[in-house]
């Protein structure tokens, strides 16, 4: 439950939201099925409002939900306040600025990094974008999209650069544990002086933050569980209203998911990675011997 909705942020209130009304659903015995045919919503609506993908939610469908199942006139008043929320303010990634360069998927993920406690990041091929350099983001953009105005690319930078405060916020900042691929150690993006200060980087934040890990899987450890791709897993302060969610992207697409399977699936192999991988003070060596060796 959130304790202080005055300071909570609109994409906290729509999972909160979400889950409560789910748990209140299954408190009633009721399927989505059943709920939709009351209210002659589509079955997709309901699924929206339980998983907080919609960008703003409307009081009047939470007062209708509460009706069918019964709700208290206390959690009524609670959930008609996270609906508030949404409808009265717009998350920074929301912004007319912003809102145009990122496409629908990544929109998800940004929802839930914002409110999560900690990212598990696996990546085989690029830096974690948490700990991407503005310089090293500019490569990446300025190459794999083609025929982005000036104006896009630098929103889409900005974009990546403000997820980062994440990092920073005074009141319980994101933990952030990355494992590294020796291969994004060793791919050149944008010469020598971007790879330096991108990797000096990674080095900076590993020692100065404590709620950064870093952890690198060399070449020398063969075959390991993260062969199938980069993905990140999201875990939340109160795992009983939040499960864990999976991110993952690919060239055409990026999605999330929350089925128990696949969660568990990842956080095994997030698991079985940090084990396999040297230790963050070892890791960091292999970082700064890939920078000597720039």
């Known amino acids: 439950m959130i304790t ?6 609109p994409a906290l209130c729509r999972l909160q939201l979400g889950s409560e ?16 045919r009351k209210l002659l919503w589509s079955s997709s609506k309901l699924t929206r409002l339980e998983t907080g993908d919609n960008a703003s939610v409307e009081p009047s469908d939470v007062i209708a939900l509460c ?9 009524r008043a609670l959930l008609q306040g996270y609906a508030a929320v949404t409808k009265t303010r717009r998350d920074w990634w929301q912004s007319p600025t912003y809102r145009p360069v ?46 982005l105005t000036d104006e896009e690319l630098d929103n889409l930078v900005a974009v990546r650069m403000t997820r980062q405060e994440a990092l920073l916020r005074k009141e319980s900042p994101l933990k952030l544990t990355a494992i590294i691929n020796e291969a994004v150690l060793r791919r050149a993006v944008g010469g020598s002086e ?4 991108q990797l000096s980087h990674i080095v900076a934040a590993a020692t100065e933050r404590p709620n950064v890990r870093v952890q690198v899987i060399p070449f020398s450890l063969g075959l390991h569980p993260g062969m199938n791709g980069p993905f990140v897993v999201l875990q939340f302060s109160d795992r009983s209203v939040l499960r864990p969610i999976v991110y993952l992207e690919n060239l055409g697409d990026a999605w999330v998911s929350r089925r128990e399977g696949d969660v568990e699936r990842y956080e095994e ?12 003070q070892a890791s960091l060596s292999l970082v700064k011997q890939a920078i000597k060796e720039l």
């Open 4 to 9: 202080d909705i005055e300071s909570a942020t």
């Open 21 to 36: 009304l789910r748990q209140l659903r299954q408190a009633a015995g009721l399927n989505g099925r059943q709920v939709v």
């Open 67 to 75: 009706e069918i199942y019964g709700a208290s006139k206390e959690k």
């Open 102 to 147: 990122i496409p629908p998927g990544f929109k998800a993920y940004l929802g839930l990094e914002a409110t999560a406690s900690m990212v598990q990041n696996y990546a085989s091929e690029f830096v974690p974008g948490l700990l991407q350099t503005e310089a090293y983001v500019r490569e990446i953009y300025g190459s794999a999209h083609h025929g």
């Open 194 to 197: 971007v790879m330096h200060e």
């Open 269 to 280: 192999a997030f698991t079985d990675l940090q084990a396999m991988a040297p230790g963050p």
